[in-house]
């Protein structure tokens, strides 16, 4: 069909919308009585969906497939939302000045990051352990979420709290005199494959925590570098040289809630889990859109209990899913954000949610999507276990999980 000819259908729509409201969005809710031309699709079928990305990446925000800033250790028990461990594998990266050096002139070795992150009691002090890695792996690799790389010996420990704002491992000497060679030689990069986190065997959790630990360094709004130096520090009588973090990998055991929610889903990144739901967009009709909106409400009171925290996610993921073909067939939507009016909403600058669903209310042979779903995409932001307690509908809810959807023109 020509341009001209589609106007003229969209004039035609608009027009009809004009002329005749009745049958237009009968038995819906309207969010705004004050504006007849919106009309609130509320969701259906609401419920958790099992998610598979793990928390991998590199430790570079420039990276264009994983970036990723943090990495995640420790261990939570958490009833309403499921427990959760947390093994952290860093591997660094060769500064060129380190080939410079003699391997006698390396006196010592460390390795610091910051701690930026908390889930769970702020109370608790987490004894950690650092291990060497054994074995090659790849950050680009498709593990499972909760693979579990071999490593040696306990090398070094450290205790860490909320109150420390940064973690830091000194290798012992006689672990610097056996790698000395490797840290300045040519061969850094087959030889070295980096170190675990882990809290130690002895731990308890009771709740415990899980605590993130930044990946490289920050900047501020000019770009320059801010906060401590992150990755293998290695002095020498001269100079400190800094190994930055490259290939980085949350490994994280959940288990399923024992006591969840009876208002909310127990949605948490890092748990393998998401949300889905339907929307019968049907019942708008063939109408022109100017604005497609979803809104997600949040229960923000289970972020926070006396001392135990959970950050609610900021940001994540709209997705259609048509099942027609036998293979879902997924189509990116639009990102979600969570705002300071207690929902997750539509984050939508370039109008591909609002284009989307038009050409299915302008398709009566459409018969759209037959899910949508929302991810807290690991993409998106840092490793994390931020929650995402959105409501459940309930008879009478004045604001439920709901598509928002303004009609171009009056309807009246």
């Known amino acids: 069909m020509r341009l001209s000819a589609l106007a003229a259908v969209a004039a035609a729509l608009a027009l009809s919308a004009c002329q005749d409201p009745a049958g237009v969005g009968l038995g819906l809710i309207d969010e705004d009585q004050a504006d007849p031309s919106v009309r609130v699709v509320p969701l259906a ?13 590199i430790a570079d925000p420039s990276n264009p497939t994983r970036p990723q800033a943090r990495v995640l250790v420790g261990d939570v028990r958490d009833a309403e939302f499921g427990d959760a461990t947390a093994i952290a594998y860093v591997d660094a990266l060769q500064p060129a000045d380190a080939t410079r050096l003699e391997a006698d002139e390396v006196l010592q070795v460390w390795l610091q990051m910051p701690r930026t992150y908390v889930y769970g009691d702020t109370t608790t002090t987490l004894p950690l352990e650092l291990h060497a890695i054994q074995g090659e792996w790849d950050a680009l690799a498709s593990y499972p979420a ?22 830091r491992f000194d290798l012992p000497a006689s672990w610097v005199r056996a790698n000395a060679a490797t840290l300045v030689g040519d061969s850094f990069a087959e030889a070295f494959e980096g170190f675990s986190l882990q809290t130690a065997p002895g731990f308890v959790a009771s709740p415990g925590a899980v605590f993130g630990l930044d990946t490289f360094r920050g900047r501020d709004s000019q770009g320059r570098p801010q906060g401590p130096l992150v990755g293998l520090r290695v002095a020498t009588a001269e100079d400190t040289l800094t190994f930055p973090l490259s290939e980085v990998f949350s490994s994280i055991e959940t288990q399923s809630p024992t006591a969840p929610p009876a ?8 748990s393998g889990t998401g949300l889905r739901f339907t929307a019968d967009l049907g019942q708008i009709g063939p109408v022109p859109l100017s604005r497609a909106v979803v809104r997600l409400p949040l229960d923000r009171s ?43 909403t539509v984050d939508d600058p370039s109008g591909l949610l609002t284009r989307t669903l038009q050409q299915i ?52």
């Open 45 to 57: 079928n609401i419920d958790t969906l099992t998610t598979t990305e793990p928390a991998i990446g």
């Open 146 to 167: 909760d693979t579990v790389f071999a490593v040696g010996p306990t090398l070094a420990t450290a205790d860490l709290s909320v109150a420390d704002t940064l973690a």
């Open 302 to 344: 289970y972020a926070e209990a006396g001392p135990f925290v959970r950050p609610i996610a900021s940001l994540a993921e709209l997705v259609g899913v048509r099942d027609a073909s036998g293979t879902p067939q997924r189509t990116g939507l639009s990102i979600l954000r969570s705002t300071g009016t207690g929902e997750l």
């Open 263 to 270: 208002s909310i889903l127990p949605v948490r990144r890092g």
């Open 361 to 412: 209310l302008a398709a009566p042979s459409d018969a759209g999507f037959d899910r949508y779903e929302v991810t807290a995409a690991q993409r998106l932001s840092p490793a994390s276990l931020d929650i995402l307690p959105v409501v459940l509908p309930t008879s009478g809810m004045e604001r439920p999980p709901r598509f928002v959807l303004t009609v171009v023109g009056d309807p009246t």
